[in-house]
């Protein structure tokens, strides 16, 4: 079956102790980014499609990877995270912007 699709580091891993084959290779980082960018709307649309945690899980791996690409540590982007919610708020509140 042909993916070409990125995938966690210990899936090839996997795939042979289980006694299978697979074909992989390391891509460029310009491959590399553009292959995050596909993932990203991959795990969106899982998640969106089933509502299960594990796919929000997945979205934080993949989203902790693109920021990775920018050298910034999940911890700094939850600090990014945190004082946007300072100033602007969250989303807690349930509100529905209808008019402006």
Known sequence: MIY???VRDRIPEIIRAKGGACKTCILSDEEYKDALDKK???ELAE?????DPEELADLLEVIYACAALQDL???DLEQIRADKADKR???ADKILLIES
């Open 73 to 75: 540590s999940p911890a």
């Open 40 to 42: 990203l709307g991959e």
């Open 47 to 51: 998640y969106l499609n089933s509502h």
């Open 89 to 91: 708020g969250g989303f």
């Open 4 to 6: 070409n699709k990125l």
